[in-house]
């Protein structure tokens, strides 16, 4: 199993970027798929997860009307739109996931500052 994050970046408050996470080394098509995030000196949590049978996708609170999680089962890849960012956005972003286990990405910066 392999997952590459691609994407972050610095961006300025109330900005947008687009996440996006190729997964190799399982039917991708099978499995939900999350984004978790982890700011400096916090703990990781969970941002978002696309599931595999069309169920609604999964927002935590401080995310919901801003970020969009969506998967590309051709592709096999996963991405996070994100909008309307906040300085508070500002973490590693990683993809995630079950297969048996958990595999994670390497992680993509993402800095909201102005």
């Known amino acids: 199993v392999q997952l590459v994050e691609s994407g972050g970046g610095l961006v300025q408050p109330g900005g947008s970027l687009r996440l996006s996470c190729a997964a190799s080394?399982?039917?991708?098509?099978?499995?939900?798929m999350s984004w978790y995030r982890q700011a400096p000196g916090k703990e990781r949590e969970l941002v978002a997860t696309t599931f595999s049978l069309g169920s609604s996708p999964y927002y935590v609170d401080s995310v919901k009307g801003r970020f969009t999680i969506s998967r590309d089962n051709a592709k096999n890849t996963v991405y996070l739109q994100m909008n309307s960012l906040k300085p508070e956005d500002t973490a590693v972003y990683y993809c995630?996931?079950?297969?048996?286990?958990?595999?994670w990405g390497q992680g993509t910066q993402v800095t909201v500052s102005s």
């Open positions: 080394g399982f039917t991708f098509s099978n499995y939900a």
């Open positions: 995630k996931v079950h297969n048996g286990m958990d595999y």
